[in-house]
């Protein structure tokens, strides 16, 4: 018994630990996702405004006009990279904390092993004991049949 209080208290901390990476993962998952529409949705905006203005120049554009569409499209591009970087930085992010999460399985899914090992070799030893103890008194009712036989 004096095994299995230590074993269970750490399948207790390593359930809990398994619990809170599970968390974050669904935590990271949820920043990676959100990211990735960010970029999407840059990028669709970018295309969406260089198409109207491709439109637009068929019928002549201003030189203001265009230089309007010149910087905004330079910071359109500014925001898409900064956005491809939080991005990228999500997926690492979340390989880390997939990472995490997957070792602290391992970890959890070894106590249990070991606890039924251990729940197993104690079901072996009270098997033992018992059938001792029965062939002990067999033995003993045995003897006595074997007295009482005698005399």
Do not use: C
Request: hydrophobic residues 35%; positive net charge; glycine residues 2%.
């Amino acid at each position: 018994m004096s095994k299995t209080l230590p074993l269970a208290m750490l399948i207790e901390l390593a359930q809990n630990k398994t619990d809170d990476a599970t968390r974050r993962l669904g935590q990271l998952q949820r920043a990676q996702v959100s990211a990735a529409e960010k970029l999407e949705m840059l990028i669709r905006y970018r295309q969406e405004y260089y198409d109207q203005l491709q439109s637009q120049m068929q019928d002549g554009v201003s030189s203001s006009r265009w230089r309007n569409f010149q910087h905004f499209i330079a910071t359109l591009d500014g925001a898409i990279e900064q956005q491809r970087a939080v991005a990228k930085q999500a997926d690492s992010r979340l390989a880390h904390g997939r990472s995490d999460w997957q070792q602290n399985k391992r970890r959890l899914s070894s106590f249990d092993t070991l606890a039924e090992r251990v729940k197993q070799q104690q079901a072996q030893l009270f098997n033992k004991r018992e059938q001792h103890a029965s062939d002990e008194h067999a033995a003993r009712q045995f003897r006595l049949r074997m007295i009482a036989a005698a005399e």
